[in-house]
């Protein structure tokens, strides 16, 4: 079986070809990164009109690459959401006109399982039960992953994800977009230890998340520093964004600690863009060592968004018999709670 990924969620076009077997016959990426930068963020109407330019003659690029043509595909799979309206029906409709010219089965992909399941991509791939830590522009999650579609939300961010946090810190620190990878390549040359900052929400029990006090912490150390010596020098930029990379780093590696304590699960998966952080890695492969837990990660490129997750999830599902009977509205928000283990659409009625 041959599968067709599509992901337009927010800013970045995917495109992939899995095959059961042979596994990933291609992949295929276009970052809008470059369109969105002037604007510190991603302007939601430039992104659709830039889905539409890029998905088709990547589409294209991508079968050519499998060395596969439109016939020779099984099923098409596309995000459906959660994600930004606009995208989402781009890649919806593509993925619904294909599907319907070369009467192809169809199914709507949730994106944040897209990203726990991206790490069954690798070699060795974790076996269920896992607890996954989502981390991404969006989210900041912990689930425990019984199977396919079997998700229980063991905490959740109240307020800004993990990544959105980075996003906004390195704006602070006047980075670029997206600031998550430039700050922690800043961080990289800070030292430790300078600036009291909290680690939210450790203190009390359980597994939630909460990240904007400590955006708020940084603005004040930023206040008072310029209050007091001026405008920040690279060195001291370098030290804020150490000592909040590693308030972010030791908050999350304190819940996922407890996550594999409360639900005594040895294996933890950690995907979403912020799952790329060094010093993350680093920090969870002690804390897993040290527990007797195994830690999972997808390659650095699949840790963004990208097709083959998309490929790869609709491929477990569609396997499995299920699929769309119809074109179904995008989902901007999808509690991935909400999500079942696939149903083999033939036993319906
Ligand atoms: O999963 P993703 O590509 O898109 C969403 O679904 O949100 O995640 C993007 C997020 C951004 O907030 C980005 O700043 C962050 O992941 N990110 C990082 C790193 N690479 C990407 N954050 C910290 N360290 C990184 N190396
Ligand atoms: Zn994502």
Known sequence: MKVLGIET????????????????????LYSQVRLHREFGGVVPELASRDHIRKLTPLVRA???????????????????????????????????GLAFARGLPLIGVHHMEGHLL??????????????????????????????LGRYQLLGDTLDDAAGEAFDKTAKLLGLPYPGGPALARLADAGQPGHYDLPRPMTRKPGLDFSFSGLKTAVLTAVNQEEAGHGALDESRRANIARDFQDAVVETLVIKCRRALEQTGITRLVVAGGVSAN????????????????????PRPEFCTDNGAMIAFA????????????RMRRPRPRWPLEELRPPVDSATLV
């Open 118 to 147: 991206a790490p069954l991509l690798e070699e060795p791939a974790p076996e269920f039960p896992f607890v996954a830590l989502l981390v991404s522009g969006g989210h900041s999650q912990l689930v425990a992953v019984e199977e």
């Open 278 to 297: 060094r010093r993350l890695r680093e920090a969870l492969a002690e804390m897993t060592a040290a527990q007797g837990a195994e830690v999972y990660y």
């Open 314 to 325: 609709g491929y477990l599902r569609l396997a499995a018999g299920e699929r769309e009977t």
């Open 9 to 28: 969620s927010c800013d970045e076009t995917g495109v992939a070809v899995y095959a059961d077997g042979a596994g990933l016959l291609a992949h295929k």
């Open 62 to 96: 991508c079968l050519q690459e499998a060395g596969i043509r439109l016939d020779d595909l099984d099923g098409i799979a596309y995000t459906r959401g959660p994600g930004l309206v606009g995208a989402l029906l781009v890649g919806a409709a593509t993925a619904a």
